[in-house]
């Protein structure tokens, strides 16, 4: 985050902007989902104030909130590049930093106001596994069709979103491509490599790899907990061993942190600046011994 605000990676304020708040949203996802989820739990005897008031019934509010952050504010960047790279046209006016404010902005309230219903769903006080499921929500199939809903709104609507908008960018970058070859009149096999050919090349492949990436770290959880619910809700469905879902916990976790660190690092400008804070502390303790 710090390294990104300082705008010395050669990135246009917009991205920067979008990066920063992917990287506070996977920040907080770290903060809420494990520290603050495991601090009650394990010093339960030193913290049984928190029994009298409502903390874990917040708590999960805000640990969909952060994922909802981390997730959607992917799909806003993917977008914010489709508009730059596909509509030329309204890229002077969308790919801005007041705008990505606003849309982001925008995405955190109805994030919030999309995950109140959690509130009513659990109780406190803290558990081992977390907080307890109110009486009767957990096989209600009112509840069990929120929390289908739910599920379907995160992570599936952004996954199919992530996917339709690098497919489409991916796609406008190959037909550029490809008339900028005709035009220079090179076959692609004999021409050396243009820079701007090879900036597409790797935009191509970084939209890929992030597709992939929240494809393969989303899928275990996303089929575990709208499986589970389908068992509730129709009473017929694959009963899964608990290490299934354990695993997607972990994935899905996983998902919330690299994202980020996928776009960032792959920037050269990233990866120098990111250097120069490592060897910054060496170099100083270096010249204190001189």
């Known amino acids: 985050m710090v390294i990104l605000s300082r705008g010395k990676c050669g990135l246009s304020k917009c991205v920067t902007h979008y990066l920063v708040s992917m990287a506070a949203a996977d920040l907080l996802v770290v903060i809420t989902d494990l520290t603050l989820r495991k601090i009650p739990i394990i010093y339960r005897s030193q913290l049984t104030f928190l029994d009298h008031f409502p903390i874990c019934d917040i708590h999960t509010v805000l640990l969909y909130a952060v994922t909802d952050y981390s997730v959607w504010f992917t799909v806003t960047l993917a977008f914010d590049r489709f508009v730059a790279i596909y509509c030329q ?81 991916v796609r406008h970058i190959f037909v550029a491509s490809r008339a900028c070859r005709r035009l220079r009149g090179h076959s692609s096999g004999e021409s050396p490599i243009h820079p701007e050919m090879e900036s597409r090349r790797k935009s191509m492949i970084l939209l890929f790899v992030i597709s992939g990436n929240f494809i393969v770290l989303w899928v275990v959880f996303m089929f575990y907990s709208i499986n589970r619910r389908l068992l509730y809700l129709a009473r017929t469905s694959v009963i899964l061993h608990p290490l299934v879902q354990e695993l997607g916990f972990v994935l899905q976790l996983l998902s919330c942190c690299t994202t980020t660190c996928i776009y960032a690092v792959t920037q050269a400008k990233f990866r120098e600046q990111l250097k120069n804070v490592v060897k910054y502390p060496l170099t100083v303790i270096v010249k204190f011994i001189k």
């Open 89 to 169: 046209k309204l890229k002077t006016n969308y790919c801005s930093k007041k705008t990505a404010d606003v849309v982001l902005g925008t995405v955190s309230v109805l994030s919030c106001l999309k995950n109140i219903f959690w509130y009513f769903m659990f109780k406190g006080p803290y558990l081992p596994w977390f907080c307890n499921d109110v009486t009767g929500v957990s096989t209600s199939p009112v509840w069990s069709a929120i929390e289908l809903l739910h599920y379907i709104l995160t992570p599936c609507v952004p996954f199919n979103l992530i996917v339709f908008l690098n497919v489409l960018t």
